[in-house]
């Protein structure tokens, strides 16, 4: 795990020489005093319900992936508009993620 935290780091180290301190709005603020759907509609994303009925639905017939849990996260994320439970899913997010390249690491490493 600590070689893929490394392997961030370095991908945000070259991130920010390209296009140094990255500052955009976490979300569109036009949208973010209307619904947490709209804001899914926007990111064209299924909304926070969606996404779990989806995740829920193929974890449950034993075809869930870790696309589906992802993506259930993010909409999640977006659907937050509170910037504290915002980051809270950003997290869940991003260890997601990492666990999802701990799987490719494992593939590989059988090949």
């Known amino acids: 795990m600590e070689n893929i935290f490394q392997e961030i780091k370095e991908e945000r180290k070259r991130q920010d020489e390209k296009w140094g301190e990255q500052n955009h709005p976490c ?13 899914c509609e926007e990111y064209e994303i299924p909304t926070e319900e969606r996404a779990k009925q989806l995740c829920d639905r193929n974890f449950n017939t034993k075809s869930g992936t870790f696309a589906h849990i992802a993506i259930e996260e993010m909409s999640e994320v977006v659907s937050a508009f509170d910037i504290h439970k915002r980051r809270e899913e950003l997290i869940q997010l991003g260890a997601v ?8 690491d494992r593939d590989i490493l059988k090949q």
């Open 97 to 104: 993620c990492v666990a999802w390249v701990e799987k490719i």
């Open 27 to 39: 979300l569109d603020q036009s949208l973010i005093n209307r619904s947490p759907e709209r804001m």
